[in-house]
């Protein structure tokens, strides 16, 4: 489950930088970057304490 996590986190990044560069999208390219870095620290906190 954690994998899935970071592939979609990564899918995420990718979409909020081409975004930004590309000038195309506000508000929603915001929201997935904020969604992908939450679903990355959820995935660091899950395996630490997993441990």
Do not use: N, P, Q
């Not at 489950?1 to 929603?28: D, E, P």
């Not at 997935?32 to 660091?44: D, E, K, P, T």
Request: glycine share 8%; net charge positive; no cysteine.
């Amino acid at each position: 489950m954690r994998s899935l996590l970071y592939i979609i986190a990564v899918i995420m990044i990718i979409g909020w930088a081409i975004g930004v560069f590309a000038y195309t999208a506000t508000g929603l390219i915001h929201a997935l970057l904020v969604i992908a870095i939450i679903a990355l620290l959820l995935g660091i906190l899950r395996r630490d304490t997993a441990v």
